[in-house]
């Protein structure tokens, strides 16, 4: 086991990259953002987000390569077979974000909402790979801090890490990115 610093978690050494979204994350972006047709959450763990897009009225496809007792399983999004859903709403392992964000472009007809760190924004190499080309359309950061943990992991204080929704909207024409935020009260 190795501690992580900065987010006082146990996390197992060459461990699945796997922490459930909070469902208020969530609906938080259900507040702000639209979706019409379907969606695809392909990194849906235990359904944490899948099961709050569907009661919110969404017919989600959902699935993940790792079996952990919802949606399809086996399926890695980066090398699936194409499907081209509606929209594609997630939380990737951050460590496959910037392949998440290119392989949802490619098969999304509407939307890319992806949950990432707020520091998903530095990099001059992803400036150069993606936002010079596929800017988002709008990041909205969250004021209340979101904490995530392992499966399993008993919860209780506050995260370090500032998270916010990066959406790619191709009715967007516009190539500027509104940087937005998510006001207090959706934390539950």
Not at 32 to 50: K, L, Q, Y
Not at 81 to 91: A, K, L, R
Not at 128 to 150: C, D, G, K, Q
Request: charged content about 20%; proline content about 6%; hydrophobic content about 40%.
């Amino acid at each position: 086991m190795s501690t992580s610093i900065t987010n006082r978690r146990m996390v197992k050494e060459g461990g699945a990259d796997f922490y459930p979204t909070p469902p208020w994350a969530t609906r938080a972006l259900l507040a702000h953002e639209t979706f019409i047709g379907n969606v695809w959450e392909p990194a849906c763990g235990d359904g944490a987000m899948s099961r709050v897009l569907a009661d919110a009225g969404l017919r989600v496809e959902s699935s993940d390569v790792n079996d952990y007792g919802f949606g399809r399983t086996g399926v890695d999004f980066l090398t699936a077979h194409p499907v081209y859903p509606d929209n594609v709403v997630t939380n990737p392992p951050f460590s496959l974000a910037e392949a998440f964000v290119e392989r949802a472009l490619m098969q999304a007809r509407h939307k890319v909402a992806l949950l990432l760190r707020l520091a998903f924004l530095e990099s001059a190499g992803r400036y150069s790979r993606l936002y010079s080309v596929h800017p988002p359309a709008r990041v909205w950061v969250f004021t209340e801090r979101i904490t995530m943990y392992p499966a399993g992991q008993e919860t209780g204080g506050s995260g370090t890490t500032a998270y916010a929704w990066f959406v790619w909207d191709k009715a967007v024409s516009d190539s500027s990115t509104a940087l937005k935020w998510i006001a207090p009260g959706y934390r539950a």
